[in-house]
């Protein structure tokens, strides 16, 4: 599956941001979707991910309570809306693809093999 990542900028500490992914070339309900990001110098770490059905959502406990992960297969779009932003949120986003019509999901990079270009969220303090 492509993957398509946009609505990263620059905001302040405390504001709002959403990403959007949008996916081609495959049965966009077959896959788990995730977003990650990989700030400068650092792994590349899980954000949150979400089921194929959109009933299962799991997050970083460094975003829980701030950020949102939704999804529109009718679209074939998911979506990381982002709120209470801190500096140390800083990082390029990517959205990732995981072929999987099941609801237990996992937050590993190595399980998923489709990933989106990157888009950059700086959070100034």
């Known amino acids: 599956v492509q993957l398509q990542a946009s609505g990263g900028g620059l ?3 405390g504001g709002s941001l959403r ?3 949008a996916a081609s070339g495959r049965t966009f309900s077959d896959y788990a979707m995730g977003w990650f990001r990989q700030a ?7 954000v949150a991910i979400i089921s194929w059905s959109g009933g299962t959502t799991q997050y970083a406990d460094s975003v829980k309570g701030r950020f949102t992960i939704s999804r529109d297969n009718a679209k074939n779009t998911v979506s990381l809306q982002m709120n209470s932003l801190k500096p140390e949120d800083t990082a390029v986003y990517y959205c990732a693809a995981r072929f999987s019509r099941s609801n237990t999901i996992v937050g590993a990079t190595r399980y998923y093999r489709d990933w989106g270009q990157g888009t950059q969220v700086t959070v100034s303090s």
């Open 11 to 13: 905001v302040q500490a």
């Open 19 to 21: 990403l959007s992914c």
């Open 40 to 46: 400068p110098g650092q792994e590349r770490e899980f």
